[in-house]
């Protein structure tokens, strides 16, 4: 969502949510009311034949027609995520040999220039004013009819197919526009103006690399190769040359509904009040980067005419709820596999009817957080939808339990007999282990049942999106039959890694790579390794829950005990400013760990925080995990992260950064495929000379919607990424941290 939403204040009232919060935040926390804001997206149409794109204009019918070397065409049956294309206009058949060169608006009617006249459809088709002007390229209309046209470094002032006067700019004329009387023509190295009824030329302002410009009030924007620069109409510099755009090669200029829009040859962007510019680039908003013209388009949108294509950036009202029910529909449509949730499907070409879904890495990890989503959800608004859909992610997570055969174990993910290879996955850094043999298992078997195959070898990640869950639903749920399932299974796996000293063992016998919490292994690592910070956290975090909902005192006893005589209290609140690189000798695991931060570790971190604050067995440690919570989220505020905002709210903190939680929701982008995202080229973000251990490149983290990285367990900070031609999840990316909101009562129910 770019910034069109400051144009509706940001309310943020210190008061009571209409709807009930949650017992765990404070009626001092602030509250954002929900009223609907302009979010973006985009619509575009692509042409099958190559040409050269010229303009594109609409007219005052809504009819939109785009100039190539090819002739006219109209964007043809194009929607959101579903594009359109580009055919040739047969509205008017003599259209089609006339061999329009130029086109243009006057009076809200299509004006076009050929090699004989400047004419029109409009008007009873009246207007026909010939000329015998050689090789003609560019038509604008000043006032009565009356029109200057361009050729080279020549132009003419023509009405009723009469040449008012002729000039010559010296060099070629490169764009035209008309203002008040005057027309302005801009050539690389000067600005002047020709008098309308004097036909008086006069020189406004000379420059260098100039490529266009627009008119707008008093004002006259001049875009460069390298940058832009506004002046007076007098030619008085008003602001000079601005070169740090986010591409400063500018192709066209346009102000729209008093918004200043720049086409560049590496995308689109628009100013906003305070100074800063939102980016379009890439697929996501365009079909080419290379953009050739900009213009007004139906329902207040924008239209960018590029290389390869239109692109239209549509704005239309919502609330935050009418955004979070579109992501509802699409994790619905294409992101349910057996009620696993899959935070990716594959497209061909990007197009949605191709998308397939396979499993992924952490299955159980993305299902967990969908699942607590729809809970939220369900709990807020008493939705019977959303109760359904986190059931059947419950048992989507449950036969995770049970298709193995072994108490307490969970695997990765299923799937119907004989579509994965069962074969060892090999990973290199294994190879420096922390204890020599360790085995690269078979991560495939056959379940009992011989129409499936179930995949082994869960990790920490996923064992906590399998807690997250369980406990959400032993807490909240409102059906004691559900409620006692998910005891069930909070009980067997805790009671299985347990039993395990702390690991989870794998169908071979063997610890899983990352399954691993016991003093052994967290102890053995120094310090300032975060593994030894994590694990320790979560751990006791599990056996909290585990003993709060069963009430077994072997969880609180063992829990107590890794407090006491293990030191996991003082790992788990060791600050972390104190978390870095292994130091210079470090074992070969260490270090590899600790290379830099893993932002795998604060999902990890912050899901858990859920199970750790709530149920401290002593109001004495409460205090504690605050404190250890706070200052992870004071390391984690530039990522303007509202997941973690929120889990933090949970605590009843007053301030969790609710205003930069607001942003990320709304710069969400509603289109989730994984284009081809670049950022490094632009002069408008400043580069950190250290990004330091997290691997923060940029002073600032950039929108969602403009930069390669959405998901929670990426770093935010990243610039580039390649073309993955796929769709993400909004399961866990936005409908958690929303519903979440909505639950803890620091977002309202949508309001008028």
Same mark, same amino acid.
């Given at each position: 969502m770019k910034n069109y939403q400051y144009l509706i204040p940001f309310l943020i009232l210190?008061?009571?949510?209409?709807?009930?919060?949650?017992?765990?935040?404070?009626?001092?926390?602030?509250?954002?009311?929900?009223?609907?804001?302009?979010?973006d997206y985009a619509v575009k149409y692509y042409l099958d034949s190559k040409a050269e794109f010229k303009k594109v204009f609409m007219d005052r019918n809504g009819v939109t027609q785009v100039l190539t070397d090819q002739g006219l065409f109209r964007p043809i049956n194009g929607h959101f995520q579903y594009p359109g294309t580009l055919e040739q206009d047969m509205t008017y058949i003599p259209m089609k040999d006339k061999g329009v060169l130029d086109l243009a608006i006057y009076q809200d009617q299509f004006i076009y220039l050929d090699d004989t006249a400047v004419f029109s459809n409009a008007w009873a088709g009246k207007l026909f004013s010939r000329h015998e002007f050689p090789q003609p390229e560019l038509v604008v209309a000043g006032t009565d009819f009356t029109f200057l046209v361009t050729s080279g470094e020549k132009y003419w002032v023509l009405k009723d197919s009469e040449t008012k006067t002729a000039g010559n700019a010296g060099e070629a004329i490169l764009d035209i526009s008309y203002d008040d009387g005057l027309y302005y023509l801009l050539t690389k190295q000067s600005v002047f103006s020709v008098d309308e009824k004097?036909?008086?030329?006069?020189?406004?302002?000379?420059?260098?690399?100039?490529? $266009?410009?627009?008119?707008?009030?008093?004002?006259?924007?001049?875009?460069?190769?390298?940058?832009?620069?506004?002046?007076?109409?007098? *030619?008085?510099?008003?602001?000079?040359?601005?070169?740090?755009?986010?591409?400063?090669?500018?192709?066209?200029?346009?102000?729209?509904d008093d918004k200043l829009w720049f086409g560049s040859t590496k995308g689109a962007y628009m100013l906003r009040e305070e100074g800063k510019f939102n980016y379009y680039f890439g697929e996501r908003w365009l079909p080419g980067n290379e953009v050739k013209h900009i213009s007004a388009g139906p329902d207040n949108s924008v239209m960018i005419l590029t290389d390869k294509g239109l692109g239209q950036i549509c704005f239309k009202m919502m609330t935050l709820e009418e955004k979070a029910m579109v992501y509802e529909k699409q994790v619905r449509e294409r992101h349910v596999r057996y009620g696993i949730i899959t935070d990716m499907s594959r497209l061909n070409d990007h197009r949605l009817s191709t998308a397939e879904n396979r499993v992924a890495a952490s299955d159980n990890l993305w299902t967990g957080m969908y699942l607590g989503s729809q809970l939220f959800r369900y709990l807020v608004t008493s939705s019977e939808d959303a109760k359904q859909n986190c059931y059947e992610s419950f048992e989507a997570m449950e036969r995770l339990h049970e298709i193995n055969g072994i108490d307490g174990l969970f695997g990765r993910s299923f799937e119907r007999r004989g579509y994965y290879p069962f074969h060892k996955e090999y990973r290199s850094y294994v190879e420096n282990y922390w204890y020599e043999g360790y085995n690269n298992t078979v991560s495939w078997f056959h379940a009992d049942d011989p129409e499936w195959d179930w995949k082994a070898t869960a990790s920490s990640d996923q064992a906590v999106g399998q807690m997250f869950a369980l406990m959400l639903v032993a807490e909240y749920i409102d059906d004691e039959a559900w409620k006692q399932r998910a005891i069930k299974l909070i009980d067997d796996l805790m009671g299985y890694i347990v039993?395990?000293?702390?690991?989870?063992?794998?169908?071979?016998?063997?610890?899983?790579?990352?399954?691993?919490?016991?003093?052994?292994?967290?102890?053995?690592?120094?310090?300032?390794?975060?593994?030894?910070?994590?694990?320790?956290?979560?751990?006791?975090?599990?056996?909290?829950?585990?003993?709060?909902?069963? *009430?077994?005192?072997?969880?609180?006893?063992?829990? $107590?005990?890794?407090?006491?005589?293990? *030191?996991?209290?003082?790992?788990?609140?060791?600050?972390?400013?104190?978390?870095?690189?292994?130091?210079? *000798?470090?074992?070969?695991?260490? $270090?590899?760990?600790?290379?830099?931060?893993?932002?795998?570790?604060?999902?990890?971190?912050?899901?858990?925080?859920?199970?750790?604050?709530?149920?401290?067995?002593?109001?004495?440690?409460?205090?504690?995990?605050?404190?250890?919570?706070?200052d992870h989220w004071q390391h984690e505020r530039p990522e303007k992260n509202s997941l973690w905002n929120f889990c933090y709210a949970m605590t009843g903190a007053e301030e969790f950064d609710l205003?930069?939680?607001?942003?990320?929701?709304?710069?969400?982008?509603?289109?989730?495929?994984?284009?081809?995202?670049?950022?490094?080229?632009?002069?408008?973000?400043?580069?950190?000379?250290?990004?330091?251990?997290?691997?923060?490149? $940029?002073?600032?983290?950039?929108?969602?919607?403009?930069?390669?990285?959405?998901?929670?367990?990426?770093?935010?900070?990243?610039?580039?990424?390649?073309?993955?031609?796929?769709?993400?999840?909004?399961?866990?990316?936005?409908?958690?941290?929303y519903w979440m909101g909505r639950y803890l009562g620091v977002i309202s129910a949508p309001k008028e």
């Open positions: 210190i008061c009571s949510c209409a709807e009930q919060r949650n017992d765990s935040t404070q009626a001092t926390q602030p509250v954002y009311q929900d009223v609907p804001y302009l979010q004097s036909l008086e030329k006069k020189s406004i302002y000379s420059g260098d690399k100039m490529t $266009t410009l627009d008119v707008a009030g008093d004002r006259i924007v001049i875009g460069t190769s390298e940058g832009y620069l506004t002046i007076h109409k007098s *030619g008085k510099v008003v602001k000079p040359l601005n070169a740090k755009l986010p591409w400063p090669e500018i192709t066209t200029v346009k102000t729209i039993e395990n000293d702390y690991a989870l063992v794998d169908v071979n016998g063997k610890p899983t790579l990352w399954g691993i919490w016991g003093p052994e292994y967290v102890n053995r690592f120094q310090t300032m390794i975060g593994d030894r910070k994590v694990y320790s956290s979560n751990l006791i975090a599990f056996l909290q829950a585990a003993y709060k909902f069963t *009430g077994k005192e072997i969880y609180k006893e063992k829990a $107590t005990e890794l407090i006491r005589e293990h *030191g996991y209290l003082e790992n788990l609140a060791r600050p972390f400013d104190q978390i870095g690189n292994a130091p210079a *000798g470090s074992d070969p695991w260490s $270090t590899m760990l600790s290379e830099e931060w893993n932002h795998s570790d604060d999902e990890m971190y912050f899901l858990a925080y859920w199970g750790l604050y709530p149920y401290a067995f002593a109001d004495s440690l409460k205090p504690i995990y605050k404190e250890a919570i706070r205003e930069e939680s607001i942003w990320h929701l709304k710069e969400f982008p509603l289109d989730m495929v994984k284009f081809e995202t670049k950022n490094s080229h632009r002069m408008d973000i400043v580069l950190r000379e250290d990004p330091g251990f997290r691997g923060q490149f $940029t002073e600032e983290v950039l929108p969602p919607d403009e930069r390669p990285e959405l998901k929670h367990n990426r770093n935010l900070f990243n610039l580039d990424s390649g073309d993955r031609n796929a769709e993400l999840s909004g399961g866990d990316t936005f409908l958690l941290p």
